[in-house]
């Protein structure tokens, strides 16, 4: 059976960005794409153009950098955003502008003071200059879900007359249910006129932890792309988490008959590369990623995974590039095993940079017993700030088959299909070390027209 595509719309370098503690240089955010990139987002929401400086030059440095997915940069809607969005986003391969507008009571009254008629004109303007410059125009309502569902449908048709070809639906404060968000972007497909013409998007927040629920629903509900970030990172609880809903579509297929170009054996690594970045570690029991994900504690439950990793694990942990903790680094070993977990962690060196980490390597491994991951990771940062040049981790070309071959073949548990090797299962018991804790400087990003 075909099966859907869903795309994936990933905004932790904008939405999540604008998370306390998470906000990133133009270098981060270039290496983070790089990564992303790696991962098979289809669109890398890259910044807010208009923000600031750095973000102007990240989105404009990701913008020639990296190739294959779309490009996207935030304008709120009006020209000079606008401007400013194309100005750095010109030079991509496949540039997206992505305008916003409240459109509640609330946020018109309180916040931007105009009327529903004056917002609708001003949404419309704005996308029409969008699409002056960029063919692919995405038009986001925010707050829709607050907002009076007639006027949306009204504004909605009136975006898709104007050219969006994305119809981005914002939770922004979080407050609906699988139930009402289902229903929401149901009625959406039912009552704006044009909207097959238009891709429809869901974005939603975390605040009640229903995200990635909300967002599943949007899916069913007939939403081909959905905004999400790694990690789960974004304003106030966040973003719904880019890992976790890709693999619950691959885990519970039987329940989602939808596909997506995500490679989920780079999710651990990306995962750790943005906690690195932004010294913002995630809680030891997030689902997928997080260090207990696939560690086993109680005899009942270890005992079961001796006999069968299947009875406790609905997913290999290598499925989604947990690494295998058998392989320790200690003063014995090589370039290779340093390379490979180098690699896990989201950092590829070529051969002169590895001999570097190697060298340091050595010398640090020869007074402690074990080097963890935290160890490697401080040591990447010191040869980094030591004014090496350490790449990006860089782009490689995968065979379609390989996105395939990642999680959605060995779920197991509810296909009753492969079950985990003996090597799978001493994977499961690694305990990670976890990253230490900073805060960098929170852009202030000028929300409100
Ligand atoms: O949450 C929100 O409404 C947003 C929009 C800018 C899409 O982030
Ligand atoms: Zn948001």
């Known amino acids: 059976m075909q099966r859907a595509h869903i795309t994936i719309f990933d905004t932790t370098l904008r939405d999540g960005e604008q998370s306390p503690g998470c906000s990133m240089n133009v270098q981060e955010k270039l290496r983070l794409a790089h990564q992303l990139d790696l991962l098979g987002v289809d669109v890398i929401e890259a910044g807010f153009p208009i923000a600031s400086e750095g973000d102007f030059n990240a989105v404009q440095a990701i913008a020639a950098a990296i190739r294959r997915p779309t490009i996207a940069g935030l304008a709120r809607a009006c020209a000079p955003d606008i401007d400013r969005a194309w100005q750095a986003l010109k030079d991509a391969a496949h540039p997206r502008i992505h305008v916003f507008l409240a459109t509640s009571d609330i946020h018109l009254q309180y916040k931007l003071k105009i009327s529903r008629q004056q917002c609708l004109e001003q949404a419309r303007d704005a996308v029409r200059h969008a699409k002056s410059f960029c063919e692919d125009v995405e038009f986001s309502p925010e707050d829709a879900t607050r907002t009076d569902p007639e006027f949306l449908y009204q504004l909605l048709e009136a975006m898709i007359e104007a050219g969006a070809t994305t119809l981005n639906i914002p939770d922004t404060v979080g407050y609906c249910t699988p139930a009402d968000f289902g229903q929401f972007i149901q009625n959406i497909g039912q009552r704006v006129r044009g909207i097959e013409k238009v891709t429809i998007s869901a974005h939603c927040h975390n605040d009640l ?241």
């Open 209 to 449: 932890g229903l995200a990635v629920a909300n967002t599943l629903a949007a899916i069913v509900a007939g939403a081909r792309q959905v905004e999400c970030a790694i990690n789960g990172i974004g304003e106030r609880a966040g973003n719904a988490a880019l890992e976790e809903i890709v693999v619950t579509l691959r885990v519970r297929s039987d329940q989602y008959p939808y596909e997506t170009s995500v490679f989920s054996e780079h999710l651990f690594a990306t995962s750790q590369l943005l906690s690195e970045t932004t010294g913002v570690s995630v809680q030891p029991n997030k689902a997928i990623i997080g260090r207990n994900a696939f560690a086993h504690a109680a005899g009942i439950h270890q005992d079961g995974m001796i006999k069968n990793p299947l009875t406790y694990e609905i997913m290999t942990p290598q499925s989604v590039g947990v690494p295998d903790s058998t392989l320790v680094l200690g003063k014995h070993s090589g370039r290779h095993a340093l390379s490979l977990r180098c690699e896990q962690l989201g950092h590829q060196f070529d051969r002169r940079e590895l001999d570097e980490i190697y060298r340091r390597f050595v010398v640090l491994a020869d007074k402690i017993k074990t080097v963890t991951d935290q160890h490697l990771q401080e040591l990447i940062r010191e040869t980094r700030g030591a004014g090496h040049r350490i790449p990006p981790a860089h782009v490689e070309a995968h065979p379609p088959a390989a996105a395939s071959a990642a999680v959605g073949q060995n779920v197991g548990y509810f296909q009753k299909s492969v079950p985990a090797s003996a090597g799978e299962l001493h994977s499961s018991t690694l305990s990670l070390t976890p990253v230490s804790e900073h805060h960098g400087e929170q852009e202030d990003y000028l929300w409100g027209v």
